[in-house]
């Protein structure tokens, strides 16, 4: 109910606004103790039942928040307070990049969706190396979600991805080579077999010399079955440690809010949950790979459906705008059912 009261000021606010002032609030809250107890209590749900392990890590609870929601690492110490168990900090690219010309973001609250054209914006990985290092919760596990400049070219995409796995290295429990996005001009080609042969090969190499830390990949749902077969071979082949299913669907179908002028750019909540749930389907139809569902969680029981085909882990994103921030311990309770 509280949430419902400011949902409808911030819904006023241009969505990129109304993203950064809730935090703000949040942060300030955080500031003092009893603000940290305060929402601790309000949105944290504490059990060694709802405790995941997976790739050698320990996860409070297998809720987490999805790359994108907080690009720069701005929020590494808050987000624990809010419920989650995990969360995935990015896309993170080498060097900054403002993304996308504004408008950029819009809500379609009839589809409980939003679409984007966000771009990779973020202020690179020099900035976010700074951000991560004043963590403070070492048992929240982040992820790192990492990408390409625009200006390179696919031909040179696993330099920057090399760029920034070395960079932010001992900063991350896990990374995330983001290939999927559909609002970086030909990213997505980068998931064909050939391409992606090209670019795991050095990122995991260079991985393995680091000392192997688990590296995932991130797929659209807008590839065809046989696509992502292929993708699965590559995957399997070059021991790459799991995946995230889905991105943002390009498909605009039967969307009530959907306007042409609001233009290019992916879809995520409500309108991709069927779409998401296919995909990890016919993953675990292939492979029993670790893998985080994501995509269309805008209830409890959407996490809960994520879970029963097989998901390990799952990231909210759409669902925490339109839910509030009640909605990782409401998905946690329903697990512990």
């Known amino acids: 109910m509280i949430y419902d009261f400011i949902k409808s000021y911030l819904f006023r606010l241009e969505p990129e606004v109304a993203h950064e002032r809730v935090?703000?609030?949040?942060?300030?809250?955080?500031?003092?103790?009893?603000?940290?107890?305060?929402?601790?209590?309000?949105?944290?749900?504490?059990?060694?039942?709802?405790?995941?392990?997976?790739?050698?890590?320990?996860?409070?609870?297998?809720?987490?928040?999805?790359?994108?929601?907080?690009?720069n690492a701005e929020w590494i110490n808050l987000l624990p307070l809010l419920g989650l168990g995990f969360m995935e900090v990015g896309t993170v690219t080498p060097l900054p990049q403002e993304g996308n010309p504004k408008p950029r973001l819009f809500r379609l609250p009839n589809d409980?969706?939003?679409?984007?054209?966000?771009?990779?914006?973020?202020?690179?990985?020099?900035v976010v190396k700074k951000n991560l290092q004043k963590r403070k919760y070492h048992d929240f596990v982040i992820g790192i979600n990492i990408?390409?400049?625009?200006?390179?070219?696919?031909?040179?995409?696993?330099?920057?991805?090399c760029k920034c796995l070395e960079y932010l290295y001992h900063e991350g429990d896990y990374f995330v080579m983001n290939i999927s996005s559909p609002n970086t001009p030909n990213l997505r080609d980068l998931q064909q077999k050939q391409n992606l042969k090209v670019l795991i090969e050095p990122v995991q190499?260079?991985?393995?010399?680091?000392?192997k830390k688990p590296l995932l990949i991130k797929i659209a749902p807008d590839l065809s079955d046989t696509q992502l077969f292929d993708?699965?071979?590559v995957i399997k082949d070059f021991q790459i440690d799991g995946l995230i299913a889905t991105n943002t669907t390009?498909?605009?179908?039967?969307?009530?809010?959907?306007?042409?002028?609001?233009?290019?750019?992916?879809?995520?909540?409500?309108?991709?949950?069927?779409?998401?749930?296919?995909?990890?389907?016919?993953?675990r139809s292939y492979?029993?790979?670790?893998?985080?569902?994501?995509?269309?969680?805008?209830?409890?029981?959407?996490?809960?459906?994520?879970?029963?085909?097989?998901?390990?882990?799952v990231q909210i994103y759409t669902g925490f705008i339109y839910y509030g921030p009640s909605?990782?311990?409401?998905?946690?309770?329903?697990?512990?059912?």
């Open 250 to 283: 390009i498909h605009k179908e039967h969307l009530q809010d959907y306007k042409p002028e609001m233009g290019d750019g992916g879809i995520s909540g409500k309108p991709l949950q069927n779409l998401a749930n296919h995909f990890i389907q016919q993953i």
């Open 287 to 313: 492979s029993n790979i670790p893998l985080i569902g994501v995509g269309g969680i805008i209830s409890p029981n959407d996490a809960k459906q994520k879970f029963l085909l097989k998901a390990d882990l």
């Open 23 to 71: 935090f703000q609030w949040i942060n300030k809250i955080a500031q003092s103790f009893l603000g940290q107890i305060i929402l601790k209590k309000l949105y944290c749900l504490e059990s060694n039942q709802l405790k995941k392990q997976v790739w050698g890590l320990t996860f409070k609870n297998p809720v987490g928040m999805a790359a994108g929601f907080d690009k």
């Open 231 to 233: 993708l699965l071979e």
């Open 327 to 337: 909605l990782p311990k409401k998905i946690c309770q329903e697990i512990l059912k």
């Open 112 to 126: 409980k969706a939003l679409l984007n054209r966000m771009g990779f914006n973020n202020h690179g990985m020099q």
């Open 205 to 211: 190499n260079l991985n393995k010399k680091l000392g």
């Open 147 to 161: 990408g390409k400049n625009k200006l390179t070219p696919n031909e040179l995409a696993y330099q920057d991805y």
